[in-house]
């Protein structure tokens, strides 16, 4: 019978920290690429992600993904719902502790832990359709989309008992087709509903802070070795080596996508090292416990190189995926998730108990192959549905999209009243409006007039 | 030499240069700027704080011309500028005594 | 007899590490909310708090505040000098490590985790008197107000033997008396003692790096699940079921404020959102290891709902509390500690053993409610009242408070000699000053009248 | 015969991720000292040696540095290139793990921490070269030098049979002398080889983003804790006081940059604070492990007063070390590992078996001083020697440096065809190049003169 | 009709505004500009490099206004943005040939 | 009076201050600007989008200057401001009627 283990613990918590941190990561990578008028709604579709699916998920979403884990003869279509608001979860303060599996990892910080992936994964699809998003909208969909979308699809890919895991026998470790592509179908869906942006293709839309950019792709990449290293649930020699397949894919990546820029366009650009590494972390999440060093060396190489191409498709195909999420996350993942079926080593899939098999370049024949693009199909095939339906119910209804004029003045004008930056050159130009709290006291249009060497005097009595 | 001004809308700066160019205007100088005027402004919150911005984006262009160009371009920019909204701006033309290309020294026409 | 738990220490170095990173993420909350020409003074305020209360922590402040916590019968009301400069502690290397009471972790490891409690505490006050602060009048504040509030304060609160924990069983998990009520009864009174910015209520002073705020929201929050689920000093369920807490209420706050903001102004806003994750992280602090996820819904909601109006108290009183420390940490820290009295739940208040009671909704009844209003009471007393006293008395002898011209100017220039942005339109027009200590070998007057195409030849014989 | 230690791995795992971190801190630290023209050249000089290093290090890098580690009589000059590729390393998820010594840490584990160091110790570099590199010869230096100079060196150092370490008994934890003296060192090199700025010393280089400076200084502080503390590859007594003394030293250094800067220039500055920061880390990096927290209030506060001084050199001697990686790495790392010849406290080196002795101060004479002068002295005189000549090649041939055109244009232009900020205020004035791929379908020349309030329809048919 | 320039101190731009506005004047376009003159720059410190900074924050104000109006607009700017103290800026006037109303092409008086 | 007006290279500024000074000439006004002209832009990708920028960084200086220094000072700001390559800028003179120092109230040159 598990006990409680204090160093799979400290991993576990220590993992969901880092997820957590994924999801601004992923704000600074798409909000320094968007226009400096619609950097804060991009910020806020994704901050909102984390308070919406945090709620969702204590009331009913881990019950319904996780719920029945460990019940090896669970439904493995759908969880439970005994778990509704973590009520019945013994933390171990007295009486026996609720663990997960055989990791020795208490119930509460699996769930934390598998909560920080129900945040992020929907957040990804925010790339698709900045600049132009109503935020109440974009609210409503994210919580349909994880209640209809992420929760099931989660417990069919995670849980052991879920039927992609136990009866497909897929190898998905930390979500290439839960998260990935599951985020792409519905970011693709939600791109064709929305519509394009006002002057796609042609107006120039370059992004507005670069650092910025690297900045979310440096705290991605970190907070990513909690996400493929964490969904050990085990501080072992199996999370050291996903870790370091999490890392050099992710490295080969980097290089892979510069080699298809260069050849391209004939620079190594900033954007695209930092699109790089998150098109090696992407296809690497399905992999890392599958692959040794060197088949992650692959696992990054090509999808680096062939989502610098992929990323084109939006101009060919004339959709406005504005920050490449169907580029990057639907081609990243369903590569990955195939990659397995050619470089899954042996040694790395004895860590399965789901009768997975080794990829064909390891002597494991075509059948991974096979069951890894069922996995990936699957999944694909029912949330692009969904999310599509979900998309259009919300947009005709609440509305998803801004007015064009909104648009054109800025979303983070129109809809959160705020300016990302002011660096103070004509701040002398604002000033209170009547309906300021502070007018009760302070009416500007006396103050307005005052010099501010005689302010001290001025607010003698406020 | 006349210095034409104008001061239009952000966005329209790309078509501006365009119709100048295809009656072969090539110089031209650009500065950001923001305006008062019938077009209103924005209100923002912060933490309570209720601030209204009348400013409004735009950018201002120089132009240096010869005299005898000065009414067909002051209408080729001012077409170009139009969207027929409040707030498409002003274009104004001011005398110009002489004006100096700095690489060479030129005056006059040759200047430009 | 306990031994080294390798486990728990692992979690414990984490969430040190995560807590001192809290500190710069407040710079960045602080930062991006005041205008451009003093970010880089409330950066520096943050910074030098981590500088010195190190010193002071190591020389004498763990000792004052946790010297005696392994001893049942310690004093308490203050801990010992006998471990000044930490000179007695046994690491273990050789001989019988020093461990905290049970955990299985050294005292080396909860000294530096405790220590970041003491950095961030005062750090927090920074927020109420941003734009017009004397650095080296701040720097000597901080060093007084630590040694003579936050030492004691932390010994009551935090130590075993601590009176506030042991003798009236106030359950005060990570610090809602402690650090935030504290810090905001010290804004409080800096605020009041130092006066109203040059212009305040009268000019506009709106954030100059929204972006900013959200970073440091960001890094906040990832900190704080060091700071709450560490304090666990354990890697067990308590530490996953506070995690899941702070994740709960965080959120939920995040949705309070930007409900009341929708009510208010009728936008959300980012600043908003990134304010109501911080209400929530300060008003769950205290409750993290008393309530039950669903309990911690509400311990975020209602605070983040409160604390959006608790701001615009400023504006009607007329106090320039700048970054709204008494709205969100005072306001925010009282509610947190109080709502305990109302949301404890059994199962998770088995976890303390100085026989604090569940709260009123469960069946505990008015008494923890009392305890904890009277911890509050004690130490908003304590800290206001010396608080006061300390900062009149720095006020009047080294000054807090620039000039009004330096204040107009920008305390970053004036108090720093920097400017925090140089987007390199201008920069043409610098030059090095005579004083340089280049101008020895490279006289600018010469130099500056070089063209960069000749600067080789210019440099031949530096 | 040891076993896995869970949470021993947790914390070499978790410290991995906040050493990886560091790489992305250091180029923002970096990133915000240069001008805005250049900044993201330095983003990607940072950027890029993450990608390549971990590739050399799985392929052979590991192998050289480590891949005798577990045999006492393994070669002390160079590891073995057995382990090449990482291929027969066993994760222990069937058979027995290898683990590394007897930490109970899986070698994958400490493979991943390793590989950190060895990625940024080049990257320190890139400060030296600002603002003039050509990203194609950096980019093949890098993997020149880790394999030339850091696998070596680290192997020398680090290994439990590298001769320095275990022949020269010197003490150096984490990397005085492998990577700081040894960075500092190529750095010099490099800053010779590829000369001045254009305009050095007549044109002032103002940091562009100060506020990027502070956020660099933190993510390292924080990374910086695995970095030292991690390096005890148990999350022990020995690892806390570790901690410990990095918190302690890089205070006191913070104060004593601050002090000589009070003296020189009569401000504190902000850069001057988070230099003084990086100043006390690199000196307490090798020292953490042998002194005592009284101790570490010296080991910082020395090289923090020291390197301020430094700093000037380059101004005298008239070499452009750019951003002073010779005055704040190797002058800071010369004195950390010179220090511990007089601060080392017997109970700290206890933890060391090669037979270092305690320092002068502490009663243990003169030797161990000698030792580490003698352990500073052959890594720099190997490194700068082969650091000269490498980056020589490199010059002669690829090319290190870009034209002087290119340098006052600005090498983010001309190297990655990128600009770092766009505030919108002018971007009317971009348009889509004919070469554009969204060219064949949407010729913007018709386009461009479209007014938005038409987009849609001028989409219509893309 | 004439262009009244004025460079004036960042913080009496609102209050320029507002006392144009009660004299029924409200356009006007303004820029951020930096100025040399008496008011003394700063110096700054960067690792040991000292940079003086002789340049001053201003804003730069372009009004066009009918000729019977300059003497008193040109009273009312310099009265709002006087401080009296070394750097409040100076306000000039220059003369204007034609102005255009880009929105609807109108010129003259009618097109402000 | 009248206003000396130049668009230069922005690195050019400090010399150009600097000759202006040793001829007296101690106050200046500073904006950034842009230029378009015979000096090409760069290209710029990202992300398989490229994008061309035309638009050349300057600033431009306005110069208030008495009618008797026009000439002298013409020269030595297209002298210090020469590098002979391309995109150099412009430099030019309008009249100006009445110059007020806003701190006192002064015209004409005492208001310089
Ligand atoms: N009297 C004026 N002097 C200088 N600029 C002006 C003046 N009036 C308007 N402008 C500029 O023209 C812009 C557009 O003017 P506005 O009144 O908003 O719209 P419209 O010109 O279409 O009537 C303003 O934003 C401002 O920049
Ligand atoms: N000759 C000039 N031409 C253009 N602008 C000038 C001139 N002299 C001063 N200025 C502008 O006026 C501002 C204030 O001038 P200054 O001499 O500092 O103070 P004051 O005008 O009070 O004497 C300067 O910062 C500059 O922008
Ligand atoms: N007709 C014009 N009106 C206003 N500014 C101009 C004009 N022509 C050029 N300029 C300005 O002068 C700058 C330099 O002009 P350019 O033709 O590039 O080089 P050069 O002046 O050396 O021939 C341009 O960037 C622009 O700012």
């Known amino acids: 019978m598990p006990t409680l283990d204090t160093g799979n613990t400290a991993w576990v918590l220590a993992s969901s920290a880092l997820v957590l941190l994924m999801t601004p990561g992923l704000a600074f990578f798409y909000g320094g690429m968007v226009r400096a008028k619609s950097v804060l709604n991009m910020l806020m579709m994704n901050f909102i992600c984390i308070a919406v699916v945090t709620v969702a998920w204590v009331l009913y979403g881990w019950s319904v993904s996780f719920g029945n884990a460990n019940n090896a003869s669970g439904n493995s279509i759908w969880g439970t719902l005994a778990q509704w608001g973590m009520h019945d979860i013994n933390t171990g303060i007295t009486g026996k502790a609720d663990l997960y599996g055989s990791t020795g990892v208490p119930l509460f910080a699996v769930a934390c832990f598998q909560l920080m992936f129900a945040i992020i994964t929907p957040a990804l699809i925010s790339g698709a359709i900045a600049d132009r998003t109503k935020f109440v909208g974009w609210t409503v969909y994210v919580c349909g989309w994880v209640t209809l979308i992420y929760f099931p699809v989660a417990h069919w890919v995670f849980s052991p008992n879920g039927f992609i895991n136990a009866k497909l026998h897929v190898m998905d470790f930390a979500g290439g087709t839960a998260v990935h592509i599951n985020a792409g179908a519905g970011a693709l869906a939600c791109a064709l509903v929305i519509g394009r942006r006002v002057g796609f293709k042609r107006d120039p839309m370059r992004p507005h802070n670069v650092p910025f950019v690297m900045l979310g792709a440096a705290l991605l990449w970190f907070g990513w070795f909690g996400f493929n290293a964490g969904s050990a649930l085990t501080a072992s020699g199996q999370a050291s080596v996903v870790f370091m397949n999490t890392q050099v894919a992710t490295c080969t990546a980097v290089i892979g996508w510069l080699a298809a820029e260069k050849i391209q366009h004939g620079k190594f650009t900033t954007v695209g090292a930092a699109s790089g590494a998150v098109a090696g972390l992407v296809a690497i999440t399905p992999a890392c416990a599958s692959v040794s060093p060197i088949g992650a060396i692959f696992v990054g190489l090509i999808p680096g190189f062939v989502c610098c191409y992929a990323v084109n498709m939006k101009w060919r195909f004339g959709f406005d995926d504005s920050l490449d999420v169907v580029g990057v996350h639907l081609v990243g993942g369903i590569l990955g998730t195939l990659l397995i079926g050619l470089f899954a080593a042996p040694a790395e899939v004895a860590g399965y108990t789901n009768g997975a098999r080794a990829g064909l370049f390891y002597g494991g024949g075509i059948d991974q192959l096979l069951a890894q693009s069922e996995g990936a199909g699957i999944v694909f095939g029912y949330s692009f549905t969904v999310s599509l339906i979900l998309a259009f119910a919300v947009h005709k209804t609440i509305g998803l999209r801004v007015s064009e004029e909104d648009e054109v003045t800025g979303v983070d004008q129109t809809e959160h009243a705020e300016t990302a930056y002011d660096w103070g050159g004509l701040s002398g130009a604002l000033h209170r409006a009547a309906a300021n709290v502070a007018a009760a006291t302070a009416p500007p249009s006396v103050e307005s007039i005052t010099d501010p060497s005689t302010a001290e005097k001025a607010e003698v009595n406020p | ?112």
Not at chain 2, 34 to 63: F, M, S, W
Not at chain 2, 66 to 87: C, F, N, P, R
């Open chain 2, 1 to 112: 030499m006349k210095l034409i001004t104008a001061v239009i809308k952000p966005y329209k700066l790309d078509e501006v240069k365009a119709a100048l160019q295809s009656f072969g205007v090539h110089g031209l100088t650009v500065t950001e700027a923001n305006g008062y005027g019938r077009q209103r402004g924005h209100t923002e919150v912060y933490r309570g704080a209720e601030y209204t911005i009348d400013l409004v984006p735009k950018v201002k262009l120089d132009l240096l011309v010869e005299d005898h160009d000065v009414e067909t371009l002051l209408d080729v920019v001012s077409k170009a500028a139009q969207t027929g909204k409040i707030g498409d701006g002003k274009v104004w033309v001011t005398p110009v005594e002489t004006v100096v290309r700095v690489r060479t020294g030129e005056r006059g026409a040759e200047a430009l």
